[in-house]
């Protein structure tokens, strides 16, 4: 380095110019080179991704985008920086393909094709393949044919999310399902399907996945997440947490990224009206929206930084419940507080307060039968309201001094559940009008609970217990997940498929009910 003093002495006075020659800090580029438009690549074949580079250290990510760049998915999650990536070619057919290249240390340096190119096949592939699971260590794959000349269909495995795909097995000619057997407990399976002749192979159909035990998701969090949601196709989910940490799968809960929820306030519950509305509420008053199944939320705040929401749930035509408590700034005396939206959680009104309560969560069946729960505090008791019009008028149906409720679930307008701390499950056969309490070989909390019909269901709690109903609470039985930490929220696709959150950014998932 060398530094050059320049003094110049003027009648004015004394003028400095200090001049550094060193070279200034280029700017790390990556430029993709090939396929980079109008290139024809058949599926089946060998290929070679280029690109160049400069001021750029690690490795690199590639993903594809089969629909004209609008979305993208990867390709390889990270692979050295050396200019090139062989890739056998497999996706959907399209006209349109673009190769997008990242840098994994400064992710904003990217770039991608300048126009499509062609990926295609010369024998059509297979659709619509669905993974059904026949026994708690096999599954069965079932797909569409749409090829006539076909010699038969290659079936392709990997396990875990970043496993390699790998060929499973060979069908016979016109064979359309095939049944994987004697697997693994604790794995994540993915399966798809294409057909051969010998002219080459086709594209693959979409991958379908199933878990067999217990299988611990990525989420790039160690914040405690206490919510877990799925709109109502379950294509997409959402779990939120400590910190404003709101995470996103769009793939039915089998990867997990964080978007940003424009808070740093706790989130404690979410729920979704469809496939696109969703609500999320949390500490200090917040409420945020989304309708685009959770890319983007948008704050709906009620009250001010008094007011905590801790649960939420949907009633048809567009309507949703939250629960929570405020505390009265002259007074500093909690109150239990209920709050509606009828437009899709755009806008919220006071619907019920009560005095020295805390409301914990919220279940709705239909339209009008509601129940909320929660502890008085001036004692440490239990809360348990329920509404039979609506919210309009709410009536309190404990008769117990136990402790707090933490979770509720009706499955309709008769049975419904509620657990709490010291192992308590209360049940309902009709309505809410009475309640029987249940017993679990635990005195641990019980944090949420969730039932996929009057008769099936789960709870889990504290240090990672769950149990399992079948006769609707009658007997709960003690089910092993592998896992010690806290789980908070619980929620079931059906009676098999569970996804937990809890401590430490948990989510575990199971297809076939834990066995």
């Given at each position: 380095?060398?530094?050059?003093?320049?003094?110049?002495t003027?009648?004015?006075?004394?003028?400095?110019?200090?001049?550094?020659?060193?070279?200034?800090?280029?700017?790390?580029?990556?430029?993709?080179?090939?396929?980079?438009?109008?290139?024809?690549?058949?599926?089946?074949?060998?290929?070679?991704?280029?690109?160049?580079?400069?001021?750029?250290?690690?490795?690199?990510?590639?993903e594809?985008?089969?629909?004209?760049?609008?979305?993208?998915?990867?390709?390889?999650?990270?692979?050295?920086?050396?200019?090139?990536?062989?890739?056998?070619?497999?996706?959907?057919?399209?006209?349109?393909?673009?190769?997008?290249?990242?840098?994994?240390?400064?992710?904003?340096?990217?770039?991608?094709?300048?126009?499509?190119?062609?990926?295609?096949?010369?024998?059509?592939?297979?659709?619509?393949l669905?993974?059904?699971?026949?026994?708690?260590?096999?599954?069965?794959?079932?797909?569409?044919?749409?090829?006539?000349?076909?010699?038969?269909?290659?079936?392709?495995?990997?396990?875990?999310?970043?496993?390699?795909?790998?060929?499973?097995?060979?069908?016979?000619?016109?064979?359309?399902?095939?049944?994987?057997?004697?697997?693994?407990?604790?794995?994540?399976?993915?399966?798809?399907?294409?057909?051969?002749?010998?002219?080459?192979?086709?594209?693959?159909?979409?991958?379908?996945?199933?878990?067999?035990?217990?299988?611990?998701?990525?989420?790039?969090?160690?914040?405690?997440?206490?919510?877990?949601?799925?709109?109502?196709?379950?294509?997409?989910?959402?779990?939120?947490?400590?910190?404003?940490?709101?995470?996103?799968?769009?793939?039915?809960?089998?990867?997990?990224?964080?978007?940003?929820?424009?808070?740093?306030?706790?989130?404690?519950?979410?729920?979704?009206?469809?496939?696109?509305?969703?609500?999320?509420?949390?500490?200090?008053?917040?409420?945020?929206?989304?309708?685009?199944?959770?890319?983007?939320?948008?704050?709906?705040?009620f009250?001010?930084?008094?007011?905590?929401?801790?649960?939420?749930?949907?009633?048809?035509?567009?309507?949703?419940?939250?629960?929570?408590?405020?505390?009265?700034?002259?007074?500093?005396?909690?109150?239990?507080?209920?709050?509606?939206?009828?437009?899709?959680?755009?806008?919220?009104?006071?619907?019920?307060?009560?005095?020295?309560?805390?409301?914990?969560?919220v279940?709705?069946?239909?339209?009008?039968?509601?129940?909320?729960?929660?502890?008085?505090?001036?004692?440490?008791?239990?809360?348990?309201?329920?509404?039979?019009?609506?919210?309009?008028?709410?009536?309190?149906?404990?008769?117990?001094?136990?402790?707090?409720?933490?979770?509720?679930?009706?499955?309709?307008?008769?049975?419904?559940?509620?657990?709490?701390?010291?192992?308590?499950i209360?049940?309902?056969?009709?309505?809410?009008?009475?309640?029987?309490?249940?017993?679990?070989?635990?005195?641990?909390?019980?944090?949420?609970?969730?039932?996929?019909?009057a008769l099936?269901?789960?709870?889990?709690g504290?240090?990672?217990?769950?149990?399992?109903?079948?006769?609707?609470?009658?007997?709960?039985?003690?089910?092993?997940?592998n896992?010690?930490?806290h789980?908070?929220?619980?929620?079931?696709?059906?009676?098999?498929?569970?996804?937990?959150?809890?401590?430490?950014?948990?989510?575990?998932?199971?297809?076939?009910?834990?066995m």
């Amino acid at each position: 380095m060398k530094t050059y003093l320049l003094i110049v002495t003027l009648m004015l006075g004394i003028v400095s110019f200090h001049c550094d020659d060193s070279p200034l800090e280029e700017e790390p580029t990556l430029t993709l080179e090939s396929p980079n438009g109008g290139e024809r690549w058949q599926i089946g074949t060998m290929q070679t991704i280029r690109w160049s580079s400069a001021n750029i250290s690690g490795d690199v990510k590639i993903e594809i985008s089969f629909d004209d760049g609008v979305t993208f998915t990867k390709l390889f999650g990270g692979t050295p920086n050396d200019g090139e990536e062989r890739w056998y070619v497999t996706g959907s057919v399209s006209t349109q393909t673009f190769i997008r290249i990242s840098s994994l240390n400064e992710p904003s340096v990217r770039d991608e094709s300048d126009r499509g190119f062609e990926v295609f096949e010369i024998l059509p592939g297979p659709r619509t393949l669905v993974a059904t699971l026949l026994t708690s260590r096999s599954i069965g794959l079932q797909w569409q044919q749409q090829s006539t000349n076909e010699l038969g269909f290659i079936v392709e495995r990997k396990t875990g999310v970043d496993g390699v795909w790998g060929e499973l097995a060979r069908t016979e000619i016109d064979s359309l399902t095939f049944n994987d057997i004697n697997l693994v407990t604790n794995r994540h399976y993915f399966y798809r399907v294409r057909a051969y002749s010998n002219d080459g192979v086709s594209g693959e159909t979409n991958i379908v996945s199933k878990i067999i035990g217990w299988i611990q998701q990525a989420t790039g969090t160690d914040q405690p997440l206490y919510g877990i949601a799925y709109n109502t196709n379950h294509s997409r989910g959402i779990a939120v947490g400590q910190n404003g940490i709101l995470l996103r799968s769009t793939n039915g809960g089998d990867e997990w990224i964080q978007v940003a929820s424009n808070s740093a306030n706790a989130l404690y519950g979410v729920s979704f009206a469809n496939t696109t509305t969703g609500v999320v509420v949390g500490a200090r008053g917040t409420i945020l929206r989304t309708t685009d199944a959770g890319a983007t939320w948008s704050a709906q705040s009620f009250g001010g930084s008094n007011y905590h929401f801790k649960g939420v749930d949907f009633a048809p035509t567009n309507t949703f419940y939250a629960v929570g408590f405020y505390t009265s700034l002259t007074t500093n005396v909690r109150w239990g507080l209920i709050i509606r939206s009828v437009d899709g959680g755009l806008n919220w009104s006071r619907i019920f307060e009560e005095q020295r309560y805390d409301f914990e969560d919220v279940s709705f069946v239909g339209l009008n039968v509601g129940t909320a729960v929660g502890s008085y505090t001036l004692n440490g008791g239990e809360a348990l309201f329920s509404t039979t019009n609506g919210g309009q008028i709410w009536v309190n149906q404990s008769d117990t001094m136990n402790g707090k409720l933490l979770g509720v679930h009706f499955t309709d307008a008769n049975n419904g559940t509620a657990v709490g701390i010291q192992g308590t499950i209360k049940r309902t056969f009709n309505g809410g009008g009475t309640w029987t309490e249940q017993t679990i070989s635990s005195l641990k909390s019980v944090r949420a609970v969730a039932f996929t019909d009057a008769l099936r269901g789960v709870v889990v709690g504290d240090d990672g217990f769950l149990f399992r109903t079948t006769d609707a609470g009658v007997t709960w039985i003690s089910r092993p997940t592998n896992y010690s930490k806290h789980f908070e929220s619980i929620y079931l696709h059906d009676a098999n498929t569970q996804t937990i959150v809890g401590a430490d950014g948990l989510i575990i998932r199971t297809d076939n009910g834990g066995m």
